[in-house]
């Protein structure tokens, strides 16, 4: 059993309860951190504006309602005893959640979403948009973030329907027709057709007709107006089996139920471990690459947490 990990636990329900009952004040544990962390009351008192008489009196007061002394007065610079340095471990959590309390309640206060959600499709590789997520995140800790993933135009549905307020993914002209949309370029999506090497063999480009024996692992389609079976790559009589994620997709395409075309990110391990293969077809393009752009809508307003994740995607993009 750990013991030191209960005894934290423990001084920490302590603390809470001291606090809770009006035994001990944040003050207090203010004036503790700062002559810890400066080594000595006159520099905490110069911190915090404070005589140094007064800071000793409040660590007393303090002491006195612990049952315990926290300071080590038997040399020129205050150390913390024992049972301190535990207290004080705990306490500078408090103090610390306090901060971010206090941050939280500024960021409301200033108009910051509290909720925030962003919708991006797979078939977008991720190293696009992480670092940009990452610092919003960090920036912004009063807002909880709602990340939604899927596939074949889900991000704009998403958006369209007012789930999302970012959508990330493949970008085709006419998508402009579902709506008036701010969009900002962040890169290329590539699909590839592959398929399990013992599906087929040869290394030559392989007929239609010779691909129409076996199933097409292809996406579910939206509901947008556009979306319909006239976008699939081939105009073939395969089987189809619909999927709609393209981990589903890349599973279906391993177990050999079918071939597909499917983001190149997500089967890169499987192409190099030969558990699939890129095959080519005759007559037709065999891969396909487009623009990944992000986006949100013209006719609402956008706060704090919006603009800043759209600067951090300019920013990489720059």
Known sequence: MDHTHNSDKIIFKLCLYLI???????????????????????????????TPPALSMAIKKLEQSLGFSLLNRDHYRLTLTEQGRVFYHQAKEILQGVDRLQSLGHQLAQGVEPLFSISYEQAAPPVMFQSALSATIQQFQATRFNLMSGYRFSSLESLNEG????????????????????????????????????????????????????????????????????????????????????????????????????????????????????????????????????????????????????????????
Not at 214 to 232: H, R
């Open 163 to 318: 789930k999302a307020d970012l959508g990330i993914g493949p970008w085709f002209h006419v998508m402009h027709s579902s709506g008036d949309y701010d969009t900002l370029h962040l890169g290329n999506f590539h699909l590839i057709l592959v398929a399990h090497p013992e599906l087929f063999h040869q290394d030559s480009p392989i007929p239609l007709t010779t691909l129409s024996q076996f199933p097409i692992i292809t996406a579910v389609e939206s509901k947008l107006n556009f979306d319909n079976e006239s976008l699939t790559a081939f105009k073939t009589t395969s089987q189809m089996c619909k999927v709609n994620t393209p981990q589903m997709a890349r599973q279906l395409l391993i177990d050999k139920i079918g071939w597909g075309m499917i983001p190149k990110h997500y089967v890169e391990n499987d192409l190099a471990a030969n558990r699939l293969r890129q095959f080519k077809v005759a007559h037709f393009e065999s891969e396909f690459s487009g623009e990944v752009r992000a986006y949100r809508r013209l006719d609402v307003s956008h706060g704090p947490v919006a603009q800043y994740i759209w600067q951090q995607l300019k920013a990489r993009i720059a």
């Open 20 to 50: 809770n009952n009006y035994l001990m004040t944040l003050e207090q544990l203010t004036i503790l951190h700062w002559i810890v962390e400066d080594g000595g009351l006159n520099s905490a008192a110069q911190r915090l504006n404070k």
